[in-house]
C-alpha cells in the first residue's frame, strides 16, 4: 500500500534552517507529482511546494527563496530544505501525492520556530 512518511521537524530559531524528509513507497515514485503542505494551528492547510517527475518546482509565495524542494528518485524521497525560518513557518508539515484519483497524505512532522 502507498505510505509517505515524513521526518526531520523539530524546534528551529528564527533564521535557521531544518530539512524535512518524505520517505515514499507503494508506488512508481519517479512518475508523479510531489507536494509538501503545511497547518498551522487554527488556519487551512496550504500548499508550500511541489516537485514534478522531471524536476520542475512550483513555491508558495510566502517561501520562495527560502525553501527549496527536491527528489531523489533512487532513494523514493522528497526534501524540503527550509532556510532563513520565521515564526509564521510554524506547523504541522504534510508530504501528498494524487494517484490519479486517490490522493494520499503523511501523518505529518512537526515544525516550530521560536527563540
Known amino acids: 500500500q502507498v505510505q509517505l512518511v515524513e521526518s526531520g521537524g523539530g524546534l528551529a530559531q528564527p533564521g535557521g534552517s531544518l530539512r524535512l524528509s518524505c520517505a515514499a513507497s507503494g508506488f512508481t515514485f519517479s512518475m508523479y507529482h510531489m507536494r509538501w503542505y503545511r497547518q498551522a494551528p487554527g488556519n487551512q492547510r496550504e500548499l508550500v511546494a511541489g516537485?514534478?517527475?522531471?524536476?520542475?518546482?512550483n513555491y508558495a509565495d510566502s517561501v520562495k527563496g527560502r525553501f527549496t524542494i527536491s527528489r531523489d528518485n533512487a532513494k523514493n524521497t522528497v526534501y524540503l530544505q527550509m532556510n532563513s525560518l520565521k515564526p509564521e513557518d510554524t506547523g504541522a508539515y504534510y508530504c501528498?501525492?494524487?494517484?490519479?484519483?486517490?490522493?494520499?497524505w503523511g501523518q505529518g512532522t512537526q515544525v516550530a520556530v521560536s527563540s
Open positions: 516537485i514534478g517527475s522531471s524536476g520542475s518546482t
Open positions: 501528498y501525492v494524487r494517484l490519479g484519483y486517490p490522493e494520499y
